[in-house]
């Protein structure tokens, strides 16, 4: 595809279970960001990757996070035991090396 | 500890008259610094990066400064446009050969036709 695209576009879930959120970048991006935007908030940085190693993790919120990124392509940010302050928007952009991030759609979760 | 700070209050103005929307940073030495605008239930798109060693960059009707002594790049869009309403970002990279930036809580512009 041309752009970024994310999966599911909304996600309800209830506490307690786990989630797969899923992130197709675009073709050759060798880059790879997660951020998550709580309503009315900024962006907040996850996790970046670099091909299928992740130089920065200092941004997921706990252990219940992690993120894997398979053949330098497709991500999958994965929130165990998931808490209803885990609800946000969960945006990927990817990148090559003009620095500029390509966003998708976002990941709308919704725990109750 | 790096701060980005953008005007967290609404910017209203009225259709022709340019809007200036502004970024202050403090403790950050960036190589560039990016601004995107994200429509409500989109992500943020890219419109313009300026590097430390340039004070302005135009495109179309979106002039962007920069300005490393004062710590702080602004954002003007002439002549704007309903269609410019939006929520603007700005975005720190910092130096050291890795990718990251850090946006700022963004701005959210209103256009009054």
């Known amino acids: 595809g041309a752009g970024v695209s994310q999966s599911p576009s909304n996600k309800v879930t209830e506490k307690g279970k786990d989630v797969e959120l899923r992130c197709d970048p675009i073709s050759g991006h060798t880059a790879l960001y997660w951020y998550r935007q709580s309503l009315g908030q900024g962006l907040e940085f996850l996790i970046y990757f670099q091909g299928n190693s992740a130089p920065d993790k200092s941004g997921l919120p706990s252990d219940r996070f992690s993120a894997e990124r398979t053949g330098g392509s497709v991500s999958t940010l994965t929130i165990q035991r998931t808490q209803q302050e885990d609800s946000a928007v969960y945006l990927c952009?990817?990148?090559?090396?003009?620095?500029?991030?390509?966003f998708g759609p976002g990941t709308r979760l919704t725990v109750l | 500890s790096q701060k980005i700070e953008q005007n967290s209050e609404a910017l209203n103005i009225q259709e022709g008259k340019t809007a200036t929307l502004t970024c202050n940073y403090t403790n950050y030495s960036p190589a560039y610094l990016q601004w995107y605008r994200q429509d409500p239930g989109r992500g943020p798109v890219f419109l313009l990066l300026?590097?430390?060693?340039?004070k302005e960059k135009r495109k179309e009707r979106l002039k962007v400064t920069f300005d490393t002594t004062l710590k702080q790049s602004l954002f003007h869009i002439t002549a704007s446009q309903p269609a410019d309403s939006a929520t603007y970002l700005c975005?720190?990279?910092?130096?050291?050969?890795?990718?990251?930036?850090?946006f700022g809580t963004g701005t959210k512009l209103q256009v009054i036709p």
């Open positions: 975005a720190l990279e910092g130096s050291g050969g890795y990718q990251k930036v850090t």
């Open positions: 300026i590097r430390e060693n340039e």
């Open positions: 952009a990817s990148s090559s090396l003009t620095d500029t991030q390509y």
